[in-house]
């Protein structure tokens, strides 16, 4: 495990973040090529809107894991978490504009819709958590925030917590996809709470120990 862990951590090292960004950035225009070729089904603006919003949620996700994917397995990708962040706010923002611009098509019956419809009045809610998280994702803002950053940054744990709300609402009848994504988000945010020193016994031990060592 800890030969995995540094052979993992020395392949991240090679790779520029810009990488990250670029195939993260892919699927975007992608998706609304086949949106514009008959791809996505008989209903291409909801096969677009939900692409981008689950792939929003994907990233989300993604991100919340380097944290204990470092202090478990050893693992160290915290160098990807901001370009994960800021592809999460894209997809986001590609989601809402689908939406608002080829679903709704109209500013009335946008604001109608989120004081109406408890899951959008969520989904708008999650995305407004996104908003200042991708304003200060730059070192300027860093700087400028110190301790206030972080505290500002732990906004990811209620956008995620009303990404998967509003997924599980949208969701009609029972369905697993919805289900696992928010237990996921449920495990990540429970491994958060102070109950996580139970995390830190067996394998915790030598992993943290090696990815400080390794970093």
Not at 38 to 66: F, N, Q, S, T
Not at 134 to 146: C, M, P, Q, Y
Not at 178 to 185: D, E, H, K, S, T
Request: proline share 5%.
């Amino acid at each position: 495990m800890m030969r995995l862990a540094d052979a993992l951590n020395r392949a991240a090292r090679r790779i520029p973040v810009w990488v990250v960004y670029l195939l993260l950035a892919l699927p975007i225009p992608w998706f609304f090529y086949q949106g514009l070729t008959g791809g996505l089904g008989r209903d291409p603006v909801k096969g677009l809107e939900h692409l981008y919003g689950l792939w929003a949620l994907r990233l989300l996700i993604a991100g919340l894991v380097i944290t204990p994917l470092r202090r478990v397995f050893g693992v160290n990708l915290l160098r990807f978490r901001r370009a994960l962040g800021v592809m999460t706010f894209v997809y986001a923002l590609a989601h809402l504009t689908v939406w608002a611009l080829l679903d709704v098509q109209g500013l009335s019956r946008i604001w109608a819709d989120v004081l109406k419809r408890p899951y959008i009045t969520i989904g708008m809610a999650g995305f407004l958590c996104l908003v200042p998280l991708a304003a200060t994702s730059n070192n300027w803002s860093l700087r400028k925030l110190g301790a206030r950053w972080r505290k500002l940054h732990r906004l990811t744990y209620v956008a995620a917590l009303l990404a998967a709300l509003h997924f599980l609402w949208l969701a009609k009848g029972f369905q697993l996809e919805p289900l696992v994504y928010a237990g996921l988000v449920a495990a990540l945010l429970i491994y958060r709470l102070p109950l996580r020193g139970l995390w830190q016994k067996g394998p915790r031990g030598w992993a943290t120990r090696k990815g400080q060592q390794g970093s």
